[in-house]
């Protein structure tokens, strides 16, 4: 029970892995169940670790293309690098007011929409 409520939990705070969680059920218990509550406590760590792979992986994707969009619109060093340090405090500056890595993947893909917005702006000019 208090494996269900933790799995829950965290499929609450991404989408992204409540997509990907039945799938991931029917694939680790080679289509015995899709449902979280039949399944045994090894085939849980299982899923639990794969989803979370799958939804760091995407969210790693996303900090890139927050990352891309600021060194297109010059947050860059003068070597041509981006500045890691203004584009950390460019996001500490956004709406949800923490670190990069510390986002939802909800929250990165409205980062990156803002970004996207930076770059737009700034090369329109």
């Known amino acids: 029970a208090k494996q269900i409520r933790m799995f829950k939990a965290y499929l609450s705070k991404e989408p992204k892995a409540q997509a990907t969680a039945p799938i991931s059920i029917r694939n680790w218990t080679i289509?015995?169940?899709?449902?979280?509550?039949?399944?045994?406590?090894?085939?849980?760590?299982?899923?639990?670790?794969?989803?979370?792979?799958?939804t760091e992986n995407s969210k790693d994707k996303q900090r890139k293309r927050v990352i891309s969009h600021l060194a297109e619109?010059?947050?860059?060093?003068?070597?041509?690098?981006?500045?890691?340090?203004?584009?950390?405090g460019w996001v500490r500056k956004q709406k949800f007011k923490k670190e990069l890595n510390k986002h939802t993947g909800v929250e990165l893909s409205k980062l990156i929409h803002a970004a996207a917005q930076v770059k737009k702006h700034l090369l329109s000019k």
């Open 31 to 54: 289509g015995r169940t899709h449902h979280i509550s039949d399944v045994s406590s090894q085939e849980f760590q299982n899923i639990y670790r794969d989803v979370r792979t799958e």
């Open 73 to 88: 619109a010059g947050y860059t060093l003068p070597n041509g690098k981006p500045d890691m340090e203004s584009i950390y």
